[in-house]
């Protein structure tokens, strides 16, 4: 079983409490480091697989981009406790052929993009 090697950075204490539910019981999901401050988490970040990070007012955090800058590779788990909602940011290369070069497989090729960002909450 591989595992999931998780840091979580600064977040209210409500947080903390969900993080630590989360991965009870869960053999593959490894808390590594809970970071106090942005230098801490961004050190600590390269252990881990997923970062968990505090989404204040429903908004990703700079942070999480910058995770992503520097480690490409990890996936950022934003959360909005009060709000009860989430996202999830990370970078998803992928090369997918066209099979003809016309107008209207680029207008799909532009639309298929376009889609697939919304659906993941890119702007």
Do not use: F, K
């Not at 969900?18 to 808390?31: F, K, N, R």
């Not at 590779?73 to 290369?93: F, I, K, N, S, T």
Request: glycine share 8%; net charge negative.
């Amino acid at each position: 079983m591989r595992r999931i090697r998780i840091a979580l950075g600064e977040a209210p204490a409500e947080l903390h409490r969900l993080v630590e539910a989360g991965l009870a019981g869960q053999p593959d999901l490894t808390l590594v480091a809970a970071a106090a401050g942005e230098v801490a988490l961004m050190l600590e970040a390269s252990r881990a697989d997923v970062v968990v990070v505090a989404m204040p007012s429903g908004r990703v955090p700079a942070v999480a981009e910058r995770l992503l800058d520097e480690y490409p590779r990890v996936g950022v788990v934003c959360v909005d406790v009060e709000a009860g909602r989430g996202a999830v940011y990370r970078l998803r290369p992928a090369l997918e052929p066209l099979d003809a070069v016309t107008p209207g497989a680029i207008a799909a090729a532009i639309r298929s993009v376009a889609e697939n960002d919304a659906a993941w909450g890119y702007r």
